[in-house]
């Protein structure tokens, strides 16, 4: 006769987790996210005790001879929930709903592109972004800003300009390749606010449409003397970085007696009469001949 507690399926409780079990679970929960969000670092070598109550507060970790001290509470900030931060309650369909969508319509790549585009188009400090009342109002207009890590330093921007920089010059090489024509040239000197002497070097030339076009080539700086030989070295870096010596044409800039020099030194370089392929600078010659005009020959002496 076969077993009647054979067939059947015994039910077991499920165990019972004690406190301890709990908070350690809690604890290593934690730290999975302290060192996800500080990547290489390590719990400090030097700290005496970590058992003190000290670390229920907070965290001493390390890296190389950095380390730092960490409130707990703001390791838990760092990963709050756009649900968190807005109050709502993702079991409630219509709340989750409105979680979800938040999280769906913000995307930080698009964000970062956005703030990187304004902060040169607008010719402003990359520290900008960094500026704490300018990151509350992305934080009040998007919670995901700071959520999903949107923010950017300085330096981070810095980086990403220069990599649009070096991405977007080879599809100018491209385009002046291309060019039907040849390509003219003109640059002019000024010194920025901030006490910087810059020349910025711009070409001319027909696209392959026939259309006329322009673009800023560069604006280096000269941190030497502003010498014709010196002009030139930095024209003729820019030229030969979009690989367009072979296919210059004329050049135009203001009458100093340095471009002169610098005219010479870059048709020796690139194989003609600097002099033969310089056109004056017509808006120069107007201004010096009003000045002739109305104050003769010592323009000082009307002011006076």
Not at 178 to 200: E, K
Not at 236 to 262: C, P, S, V
């Amino acid at each position: 006769m076969a077993d009647p507690l054979e067939d059947k399926v015994v039910e077991t409780s499920p165990p019972i987790l004690s406190p301890s079990t709990l908070l350690a679970d809690a604890q290593q929960l934690q730290e999975e996210r302290l060192f996800r969000h500080f990547r290489g670092w390590l719990f400090s070598e030097r700290a005496k005790d970590t058992s003190s109550w000290t670390w229920d507060y907070g965290y001493d970790i390390q890296r190389a001879h950095e380390r730092r001290w960490l409130k707990a509470e703001s390791v838990e900030k760092q990963h709050r929930s756009i649900a968190d931060t807005l109050t709502l309650d993702p079991e409630k369909p219509r709340e989750q709903a409105m979680a979800n969508s938040f999280v769906k319509n913000f995307d930080r790549d698009h964000f970062q592109r956005m703030v990187m585009q304004w902060i040169v188009k607008s010719n402003l400090s990359f520290l900008t972004v960094e500026d704490e009342d300018l990151r509350a109002i992305f934080d009040y207009l998007s919670p995901s800003v700071s959520i999903r890590g949107g923010h950017l330093s300085a330096d981070t921007l810095r980086t990403r300009i220069i990599t649009e920089y070096q991405r977007h010059r080879h599809t100018v090489i491209d385009v002046l390749r291309q060019s039907p024509g040849l390509i003219h040239i003109s640059f002019d000197g000024w010194t920025s606010g901030n006490r910087h002497t810059l020349y910025g070097i711009a070409c001319f030339f027909r696209d392959e449409h026939n259309k006329p076009r322009k673009i800023v080539l560069g604006v280096p700086e000269v941190s030497v003397r502003h010498s014709g030989s010196n002009i030139a070295a930095q024209v003729l870096d820019i030229l030969t970085a979009y690989q367009i010596t072979e296919k210059i044409g004329y050049f135009t800039f203001d009458n100093a007696e340095n471009n002169d020099t610098a005219m010479g030194a870059i048709g020796r370089e690139l194989g003609f009469t600097g002099a033969s392929r310089r056109g004056r600078c017509f808006g120069h010659t107007v201004n010096l001949s009003a000045k002739a005009l109305l104050f003769g020959k010592n323009a000082s002496a009307f002011e006076e």
